[in-house]
């Protein structure tokens, strides 16, 4: 049995972007209004899953790159100061 995510995790990506996809969402999948606590679910777990990537790839042996202190800029937008 196939099972669906909720609407929430993939409306927590692109809710509050520039373009306004919430009216266009509702248009096709009717009248629906996301719940605030998944979409802060979904933000938060984002966030982790971010951090989470960014201490393994930290953790192991990493070269002083372009990419490395594009990664550590990165990561301390999740984790300031």
């Known amino acids: 049995m196939a099972r669906l995510a909720p609407r929430e995790r993939d409306l927590a990506a692109v809710l509050g972007g520039p373009v306004d996809v919430l009216a266009a969402y509702q248009a096709e999948a009717g ?31 990493h070269a002083d790159s372009l990419d490395s202190k594009e990664s550590w800029q990165n990561l301390t937008e999740y984790v300031p100061g």
């Open 31 to 61: 009248p629906v209004s996301p719940r605030a606590a998944a979409l802060e679910l979904f933000d938060v777990w984002w966030s982790l899953a971010e951090i989470a990537e960014y201490v393994q790839l930290f953790r192991q042996p």
